[in-house]
């Protein structure tokens, strides 16, 4: 089944909206993009609409004065529209007691009622999420499944964030604890003294640096020491973890998660994982917003691999615009994950072309962030992925 998702050009917000908008325009072969850029009202795209209701789409909207256009004329397509936001309100309110057209108006709707994804504020830094930025995975950890037991020792730690960054990473991942399936928790003390140094060693070389950690007491530390940003696996559960963000007004990543690392996969059972996932971010966003965090802190990331089966990773992939249209910047961490093992029979250190694979799908879908370990090779796919996707149409 399709599922109808929807986004909104918004050109005083995010310059990438500018090449999506000229390719949208280029591959109607009808209305240019000046002509879509300054028409009085809502532009957008929806995304899977069933061929069989485009038509009709078509129809009922002239009656409110809103056009929609097709991207595409197979099974599944796409279907760019224009209109003020009253018609299009109007509109909505119509097809959502219309059987065929219901889940196109509810995904418009939506989408109306999102905030833009606004620049993000990074120490003295603005990130204009105009593009994909890579965060280097930094684990000072014993245990982590990929790569622990390698950087123990702070200045080995140092030596390889500088090496990430050299590769053309963006941001910095700290991290002291391993959140692997099983994974017992580490003391706040252990932590402490795995991560600082090395944060404080980063921050004063000028990186931006985050901290992955569910602890409060961590966090905190680590932000004294330089980290802009808190890479929170727990999703702001704790109400010191918002309090922290509230007073500190760093960056927060709010990621889906239930249980804790040791017992999260006996919880991995969903009707809906793409539906309930975007719920429990929102979930938390509010709850963030209602404490003081302000909206434009916080990014979102599904927890790829955290209480999932395979299934459930795949299809977060695959509907992973579901999340990427909800108004917040979204982080995905798939790099070398045990899905991947899964699908191509390959050991932890050499899963680097599935890897591959779930960061061009990311980038596709309009993902601003990646954690990875190997970023040398994950710029290249960003590069690639990023020219076919904003490609003209010739």
Not at 4 to 29: K, Q, T, W
Not at 365 to 388: C, K, M, P, Y
Request: net charge negative.
């Amino acid at each position: 089944m399709n599922r109808i998702s929807c986004r909104l050009f918004d050109l005083r917000v995010n310059s990438a909206d500018e090449r999506l908008l000229a390719d949208v325009a280029a591959r109607l072969r009808g209305p240019s993009s000046d002509e879509l850029r300054s028409y009085e009202g809502v532009t957008g795209v929806v995304y899977g609409v069933p061929a069989a209701i485009c038509t009709e789409a078509q129809s009922v909207g002239a009656g409110f004065g809103v056009a929609f256009w097709l991207l595409s004329s197979e099974s599944s397509t796409d279907l760019v529209f224009a209109g003020t936001r009253g018609a299009l309100r109007e509109l909505c309110d119509l097809c959502l007691t219309h059987s065929t057209l219901a889940a196109l108006a509810q995904a418009i709707r939506q989408a109306m009622n999102r905030p833009a994804v606004h620049p993000l504020t990074l120490g003295q830094r603005i990130v204009e999420l105009d593009r994909t930025y890579l965060m280097g995975i930094v684990n000072c950890t014993p245990d982590s499944f990929s790569d622990g037991g390698q950087l123990t020792d702070s200045d080995a730690a140092i030596r390889h964030a500088e090496q990430l960054v050299a590769d053309g990473a963006e941001i910095l991942d700290v991290g002291g604890e391993s959140t692997r399936p099983g994974a017992a928790e580490v003391p706040a003390e252990i932590e402490l003294r795995r991560v600082l140094p090395v944060v404080n060693a980063l921050a004063r070389a000028g990186h931006m640096v985050s901290i992955d950690t569910r602890k409060p007491i961590v966090a905190r530390r680590a932000v004294d020491a330089g980290a802009v940003m808190i890479n929170d696996v727990g999703g702001l559960r704790e109400r010191e973890m918002i309090d922290l963000a509230a007073t500190t007004k760093v960056a927060v990543i709010v990621m889906h998660m239930r249980g804790n690392p040791a017992d999260m996969q006996q919880y991995a059972s969903y009707t809906d994982v793409v539906a309930e996932v975007a719920d429990f971010l929102l979930t938390q966003v509010s709850r963030a917003v209602a404490h003081g965090v302000r909206r434009e802190q916080l990014l979102l990331d599904p927890g790829i691999g955290f209480a999932k089966t395979l299934d459930h990773n795949l299809s977060l992939l695959k509907h992973l615009r579901e999340l990427t249209s909800l108004g917040h910047a979204v982080v995905v961490g798939t790099s070398r994950k045990a899905f991947i093992g899964t699908l191509t029979d390959r050991p932890v250190d050499d899963r680097e072309f599935g890897t591959a694979a779930t960061l061009a799908m990311a980038v596709d879908r309009g993902a601003q962030i990646l954690r990875v370990h190997n970023v040398r090779r994950a710029r290249e796919v960003v590069n690639v992925s990023e020219a076919v996707r904003n490609a003209a149409f010739c």
